[in-house]
């Protein structure tokens, strides 16, 4: 009897492996090769799933923001929580504390480069930019007691809120950025007290 493969099961577990190949080696020094030595497997048996590097990236890419979503929408149901917590939480869920959020991080800068010279890899891109600046509008709209947006498209009705909500989502990128370049400065402490002092200043 042939043995059935779970082919997206062994898609994720390339998608991990290429993470911590991000986290240990960087950016420069991930490759087919690298990924597929992480993983356990030959270069040609990766490229079975994978036949460029970029699809490797779009597929973690896009595995990235599956997982992230999960993580918000949670915090967004989260009714228990007072709002400014809630929105903390949110900002943090965006940013690389840890392990798992600082390799989806390094994913997401790797990739926003290389879709540079791919159109193709365009809409994985803005999925991400979009749902960034929609949670950005969620925290901006709990904080002041306003409607939240429903669609990713939604523009917060009240000109200050959408501009705080833009602001923020800057912040977010930058903050992100600067912890991958410089993670003995801009530590998860760091990142905690920026985001709490952003918040903060709204009220």
Same mark, same amino acid.
């Given at each position: 009897m042939p043995r059935i493969v779970d082919h997206d099961a062994r898609r994720r577990e390339l998608a991990a492996a290429l993470w911590r190949v991000l986290r240990t080696h960087g950016v420069d020094d991930t490759s087919v090769r690298t990924v597929a030595a992480e993983a356990g497997w030959s270069a040609g048996a990766l490229r079975h799933y994978f036949s460029t590097q970029d699809e490797l990236f779009g597929f %973690?890419?896009?595995?990235?923001?599956e997982? /992230? #979503? %999960?993580?918000?929408? *949670?915090?967004?149901?989260?009714?228990r929580t007072d709002p400014f917590a809630r929105g903390v939480r949110l900002v943090e869920e965006l940013l690389p504390l840890d392990e798992t959020r600082r390799g989806e991080c390094l994913v997401w800068v790797a990739f926003a480069d290389r879709s540079r010279l791919d159109p193709d890899?365009?809409?994985?891109r803005q999925a991400g930019w979009d749902g960034t600046r929609h949670v950005a509008r969620i925290v901006a709209a709990d904080l002041a007691g306003a409607p939240r947006p429903h669609?990713? *498209?939604?523009?917060?009705?009240?000109?200050?809120? $959408? #501009?705080?909500a833009r602001r923020l989502h800057v912040l977010i990128d930058g903050w992100a950025?600067?912890?991958? #370049?410089?993670?003995?400065?801009? /530590?998860? $402490? =760091?990142?905690?007290? $920026? =985001?709490v002092a952003e918040l903060a200043s709204w009220t």
């Open positions: %973690a890419l896009q595995l990235m923001i997982q /992230t #979503s %999960a993580r918000v929408r *949670a915090h967004v149901a989260d009714d890899l365009g809409h994985v669609g990713l *498209a939604d523009v917060l009705d009240d000109p200050v809120l $959408e #501009s705080r950025v600067q912890a991958i #370049s410089y993670p003995g400065i801009v /530590t998860p $402490e =760091v990142l905690h007290d $920026e =985001v």
